[in-house]
């Protein structure tokens, strides 16, 4: 058994033309581009827009339908770009709106379509509104376009509620007036230089209203919306009264007065219709950290959102009775909204799954973790773990580097990290770095081909053997196991888009279900299973011995999936 496609499938197409299919969101596989590591045109050690539109034949090849770009806005960078100072203006260090243009047009020209980051819930602080707001003192008309509170105790040396920000500490911070004495507080649930905005004033609503027009107008073709869940706060902000800190990565549970308050919806309804006055389908797809499945779903019914992050899958362990579980709730839970499922293993925000996958078996995987596990175990699941999601119904997420198989750099020098929550926690959490590390495209060369200018995050030596170069045309390598399921999800009938699997009986521990014309089995146990065919062999995230015939009994390797045809 090989990881290759048996027989060649009919319907791959060569040819470069846009997907005019109707509903093209519905099975889309979206790339997550996180610009300052996947290519660096300019030779400064921190990727740009440039180097991006100069490897979008390799995204092409890859076989992804459209590429989501995190921010490049205006920035200082505070938190990685998701502090944006100028929502309409490129930030030097990727590029300029030109260049921007200039990407659009090459990804459509390649049939990839465009989606870009939309950072609605917070600004940076020096954003215009905000430089005003704390310049112009405490009767500043810009203060009620934040969330300016008087302090209490005293003197208002006490934040105005209990709030704690994702990032550590308290969610608030003292300003100074201009005449030098102590002020009021702002609101900021991330970083102080992320200031919340306030949703109920109007002039935040147009703002982003307009933000939307101009790069829908750039060509865009669609938005990936930062903290969905968080731009309508409880009225009053009241203390949420719990001792326990909310974490970014942890569940916020219902009824937390700043996520996930039924406010929100009405934000997404108004963006929807501006998303349809657009011809080409142009999507919306919500970061909304929920604690369950039904409340994601809430973001995209037929008037709101299109698709949502799926993240209780991106949070369950390689566990088949988990994974079962999860997956039939997922489907469940969209099923009376209409919107697909979506699935997603990896982001730049979470500890990449050839790492989370690589503890013992059944041991829980937290979204960040230092640990580096057993390196081959990791690897092994997430390619299985890959198939696996390839291999369900709805639309999928990769992000930069997993089709190489890439492990989290958990080494990161403590003097190299960047990530803002890393300091805020001092160091106890916000290992958010180790999966930004810049991507390695050939075996050599000082950043193994991101640039000629290094990387501003090291790189591993072992970056040059797992190179898109190292990798291309190696059949057993991960790279290949992408392209190679790639092209079979496009032109396989039974893969994509849908509603449900059927599942079948199968020993512990192992998932087995059918789709039209297609089976998938998947053994996320330590111990080869044996099994009959369901089918004609299409696929194996681990090569393994001979492909047994329909219906002839074949041993599924530990932690491997395998595609069938029937
Ligand atoms: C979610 C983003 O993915 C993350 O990187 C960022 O730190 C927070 N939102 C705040 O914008």
Not at 212 to 235: C, E, Q, S, T, Y
């Amino acid at each position: 058994m090989t990881q290759h496609l048996a027989a060649p499938l009919s319907g791959t197409s060569d040819d470069d033309a846009p997907d005019h299919r109707p509903g093209w969101w519905r099975d889309a596989v979206i790339y997550q581009v996180y610009p300052r590591s996947f290519a660096d045109g300019n030779g400064d050690g921190m990727g740009d827009l440039d180097g991006v539109r100069r490897r979008l034949p390799y995204l092409r090849d890859l076989g992804v339908d459209a590429v989501w770009l995190s921010p490049f806005y205006a920035s200082p960078q505070a938190d990685a770009g998701y502090d944006v100072a100028d929502y309409r203006a490129i930030d030097p260090m990727f590029g300029t709106l030109l260049d921007a243009d200039a990407l659009i047009h090459d990804a459509h020209a390649l049939g990839l379509r465009v989606i870009v980051d939309l950072v609605p819930n917070h600004s940076s602080s020096e954003h215009d509104w905000f430089r005003r707001a704390l310049r112009e003192g405490p009767d500043s008309p810009l203060r009620d376009r934040y969330h300016f509170r008087p302090g209490k105790g005293a003197d208002g040396e006490l934040p105005p509620n209990d709030w704690e920000s994702v990032f550590g500490g308290p969610a608030w911070t003292r300003t100074t007036d201009p005449d030098g004495t102590p002020g009021d507080w702002y609101l900021h649930l991330f970083a102080p230089e992320q200031p919340d905005f306030n949703w109920d004033h109007p002039a935040v609503a147009d703002e982003f209203r307009s933000i939307l027009r101009f790069w829908l107008d750039m060509g865009v073709d669609g938005f990936r919306v930062d903290v969905a869940h968080g731009l309508v706060k409880a009225p009053g902000l009241p203390d949420v009264g719990a001792a326990d800190r909310l974490r970014l990565l942890g569940t916020a549970d219902g009824g937390t007065p700043f996520f996930d308050q039924d406010g929100v919806h009405e934000i997404y309804r108004q963006w929807r219709r501006i998303l349809d006055e657009y011809p080409g389908e142009r999507i919306a797809v919500a970061e909304a950290w929920t604690p369950t499945v039904e409340r994601t779903a809430h973001y995209v019914r037929p008037d709101e959102l299109h698709q949502a992050f799926n993240f209780q899958y991106l949070s369950t362990s390689w566990e088949g009775a988990a994974l079962r579980e999860v997956i039939d709730l997922s489907l469940a839970a969209m099923r009376p909204v209409g919107a697909p499922a979506t699935w997603v293993l990896s982001n730049h925000d979470v500890t990449r799954h050839a790492t989370r996958f690589a503890g013992p078996s059944g041991a829980p995987t937290p979204t960040q973790t230092r640990d580096p596990g057993d390196r081959t175990v990791g690897l092994r699941r997430a390619r299985a773990a890959t198939l696996l999601m390839l291999a369900l119904p709805g639309s999928a997420y990769v992000y930069q580097g997993e089709e190489l198989g890439l492990p989290d750099v958990t080494d990161l020098p403590d003097e190299a990290r960047q990530d803002p929550s890393y300091f805020r926690a001092d160091g106890q959490d916000g290992f958010r770095d180790g999966c930004r590390v810049p991507i390695p495209w050939t075996r050599e060369g000082g950043s193994y081909g991101f640039g000629t200018g290094g990387s501003w995050l090291p790189q591993p030596p072992t970056w040059g053997g797992l190179s898109v170069e190292a990798q291309t045309g190696d059949p057993d390598s991960t790279l290949e196991l992408y392209r190679s399921a790639l092209a079979i999800r496009k032109a396989h009938p039974g893969l994509g888009a849908g509603t449900a699997v059927e599942w079948r009986d199968a020993p512990a521990g192992v998932l087995s279900f059918t789709r039209p014309g297609f089976a998938c089995t998947v053994n996320t146990t330590g111990t080869p299973v044996r099994l009959p065919a369901p089918g004609r062999f299409l696929l194996a995230s681990r090569p393994a011995g001979t492909e047994p015939a329909p219906g002839e009994e074949f041993e599924l390797p530990a932690d491997t999936t395998v595609w069938w045809s029937l």
